[in-house]
């Protein structure tokens, strides 16, 4: 688990294999929040501000790589 340092929140498109993300709050909002896990297919699109949660992936593709393409945005 880790939060990015980067200046704007981000977005990665799923080119190619799944990747599960899951997220973690930040400790200020632990009793509030949940963690959260879910997979991200070929064709979708996930928005975060890495700088907020708590995130680590994981490529679930049996023999096949994950290809992701992401910026930041403003």
Known sequence: MHIDNVDLPSWQA??????QWTLRPVPECYFQCKEVT????PGEIIVLNTNVW???TFVISENEISITIGSEFD
């Not at 799923?14 to 990747?19: D, E, L, N, S």
């Not at 879910?38 to 297919?41: D, K, Q, S, Y």
């Open 14 to 19: 799923q080119v190619r294999g799944r990747k």
């Open 54 to 56: 708590y995130h680590k």
């Open 38 to 41: 879910f997979i991200v297919e």
